[in-house]
Each structure stands twice: as structure tokens, then as C-alpha cells.
């Protein structure tokens, strides 16, 4: 019973040998505080990561848009399309090969 009470005054901080204790007390509160700092700059990495993964996907969903309106300009209908009202299209005539001599 008289170590619970001196247990719960104290005396262990002001006895004789309370420098050792001191010490002891002061260098778990460093390192907790080096834990507690380390968990949130861990937290603060992962909603990192997960904010640059929902923008990587909307990237990704915006190329394939963008490259699917591409082709589809590039066909050649489309093209045919376009340029018919300026009186454009396809030649009648093949063209001419040209041959070189050497």
C-alpha cells in the first residue's frame, strides 16, 4: 500500500534519484513526439497520393477522350465532309507516277 501511495505523489520525481527519472520521462516525451510527428507526415503522404491518383485518372479519361475525338476527325468521311461545301474532293483521275531516269 505505501509504494501505491508514493506512486501516486510522486516521490519518484523528487526523491534523490529523481535526475535519472527525469531523464528518462524527458526522453520517452521526445520520442513520442518524433512518433506522433511521423504518423502525421505519413497521413499527410497518403491523401497526397490519393489526391495525384484521382487526378492521374481524370488525366487519363480526358486523353482517351480527346485521342478518340481525334480519330475520329481524321477519318475520311469526316474529312469529305468538311471540305465539300468549298467544292473539294476526291480527284476523278488517279495521279501520275513520274519516273526518273539515272
Known amino acids: 500500500m505505501r509504494k501505491l501511495m508514493s506512486l501516486l505523489r510522486m516521490d519518484f520525481l523528487v526523491n534523490d534519484v529523481a535526475y535519472k527519472n527525469w531523464r528518462m520521462i524527458l526522453f520517452l516525451s521526445i520520442l513520442s513526439l518524433i512518433m506522433i510527428a511521423s504518423g502525421h507526415l505519413a497521413e499527410r503522404k497518403i491523401f497526397q497520393i490519393a489526391r495525384l491518383n484521382e ?14 475525338d481525334l480519330m475520329n476527325l481524321k477519318m475520311e468521311t469526316k474529312i469529305m465532309k468538311e471540305l465539300s461545301p468549298l467544292g473539294i474532293g476526291p480527284a476523278d483521275t488517279p495521279p501520275i507516277k513520274l519516273k526518273v531516269k539515272e
Open 55 to 68: 487526378d492521374l485518372k481524370k488525366l487519363k479519361s480526358e486523353f482517351v477522350e480527346q485521342r478518340t
